[in-house]
């Protein structure tokens, strides 16, 4: 197998970095963009791990920029029409994040993560056994492990830090964060997407079980979508051929990896555990069949 080279983190001396998430780092072009850089980082049970997965970074890059076009008529997104040799001309330098870094306009991001849930897995299955509902929305009774949900579902939580852990929220308390007009703006935006997206992928051999957008709001409060889009970082990607009811079904993200940490004696609290290299090539593997099975 080729494995591509990673890359933990970016170092570009010709802007200005303004922050490191747990997978981007962001630089300052101008007064109106930045430039985003998909590293290799992973990020599991919100904590950093110490090594990176080859080539993630690009795979992220590559299906954002898929899915953007392909859904640019139901939603605008913050890609900006500038190339990458406009912004780094130097070309050894941008060969270090070509593939893996975007122009994108400067937008208000919102405080919440939208998350879309077609299926009855993850924390969303835990609620259901307790409480016969997922994040407050009642469901029917009976439902199994994976079972695909009567209609999609908005379960929107916080944005937490890089340390941080998200934390569900209800559509009450998104209205008191955005107002009710763009928290309904956001809901209904939000299931239309992954509507949309859920039913190419399924043409495609990949369920998409659930998934998590960001939006943003320019100077004159349009609505952008942001940051990456439907990717195996920001959604659960189950191969349709192994899926079935009462399992949790095998998947190209980074599941994978967490069934793994699982297994360890780990508090998930940093620092992370190093992961054997054929863990990681594996997972890296996943990423890149996903990427092909939708976008080629």
């Known amino acids: 197998m080729n494995v591509p080279q990673a890359l933990y983190e970016s170092s570009l001396s010709s802007l200005k ?3 490191r998430g747990k997978v981007r780092d962001i630089y300052e072009v101008d007064a109106e963009h930045l430039l985003i850089v998909s590293s290799d980082r992973l990020s599991a049970f919100d904590v950093i791990l110490p090594e990176p997965i080859p080539g993630k970074g690009r795979v992220l890059t590559q299906i954002s920029n898929f899915w953007f076009e392909k859904l640019k008529d ?5 890609l900006a029409d500038i190339s990458l040799a406009e912004i780094i001309p130097d070309e050894q330098e ?3 994040v070509e ?3 975007i122009v994108v306009k400067k937008l208000q991001p919102l405080p919440v993560e939208a998350i879309v849930r077609g299926y009855l897995i993850g924390s969303g299955w835990k609620d259901y056994q307790k409480t016969g509902a997922v994040c407050g929305i009642e469901l029917p009774k009976g439902l199994q492990q994976a079972q695909q949900l009567p209609e999609a579902i908005f379960t929107p939580s916080t944005k937490a ?5 998200d934390e569900n929220i209800s559509f009450a308390q998104t209205v008191e964060l955005l107002g ?11 299931i239309l997407l992954y509507t949309k997206a859920a039913e ?5 051999g990949i369920i998409i079980a659930d998934t998590k957008f960001e939006f943003g709001l320019d100077a004159a409060g349009t609505l952008y979508l942001i940051d990456e889009a439907l990717t195996p970082d920001s959604s659960r990607f189950w191969p349709a051929e192994y899926y079935r009811t009462g399992m949790s ?3 190209f993200d980074k599941q994978y990896i967490r069934d793994y940490l699982e297994t360890l004696d780990w508090d998930k609290t940093a620092p992370g555990p190093m992961l054997p290299e054929e863990v990681r090539l594996y997972c890296a593997e996943k990423y890149r069949e996903a990427e092909v099975k939708l976008t080629q």
């Open 94 to 96: 941008r060969a270090q």
């Open 180 to 190: 009710q007009e763009l928290a309904e703006k956001v809901r209904d935006a939000s």
């Open 161 to 165: 830090g890089v340390a941080e852990h």
């Open 249 to 251: 079904p095998p998947s």
């Open 200 to 204: 190419y992928a399924k043409q495609r």
């Open 99 to 101: 593939g893996r870094a």
């Open 17 to 19: 970095l303004l922050a």
């Open 74 to 78: 139901v939603m605008p997104n913050h």
